[in-house]
């Protein structure tokens, strides 16, 4: 009879503690769920959704998916192996400027359509015709 005693105790005390181990799993799920954010939540200073992949245009003065409206440039030099990480060019509604968004890079550049084409700054070049990109005169970027 005590063995049975003690048998009812173990198999109730087993119970017991499996039922907590659930209300303690229950409750860090609920705590989980609380933290975690809602994606699409994530808003720069502009009030582009970064998660989508939407940055700022100053050039278009809104939110962009370059990947969706620019014009995709790969670098001409890529080691066997290596991340090809591409350039965008971005063009205003009449062509006469473009925003140059490089890699790496969180400020872009405008450049001036200075006829033929060819739209450059100082130190940046981007030869429409040819779909290259030339930083320091160097060809750096071509559309493939």
């Not at 959704?49 to 940055?55: P, Q």
């Not at 962009?64 to 440039?73: A, D, K, P, S, Y």
């Not at 405008?110 to 290259?132: C, F, H, M, P, W």
Request: glycine fraction near 6%; proline fraction near 1%; hydrophobic fraction near 40%.
């Amino acid at each position: 009879m005590k063995k049975l005693a003690f048998l009812s105790f173990v198999m109730f005390a087993l119970v017991a503690c499996n039922n907590n181990q659930k209300n303690d799993a229950a409750e860090n799920m609920d705590d989980q769920e609380t933290i975690q954010e809602t994606v699409g939540d994530d808003r720069d200073a502009h009030g582009c959704i970064t998660s989508s992949g939407e940055t700022w245009s100053e050039l278009l003065q809104g939110c962009i998916q370059v990947f969706n409206v620019g014009q995709r440039l790969n670098p001409v030099a890529t080691a066997e192996g290596e991340t090809i990480t591409s350039a965008f060019v971005v063009f205003n509604e009449d062509n006469s400027k473009l925003e140059l968004y490089l890699p790496n890079d969180a400020v872009t550049v405008i450049l001036d359509n200075a006829g033929n084409g060819i739209y450059q700054n100082e130190t940046v070049k981007y030869d429409s015709n040819a779909a290259a990109l030339y930083i320091n005169g160097e060809k750096q970027y071509i559309k493939e």
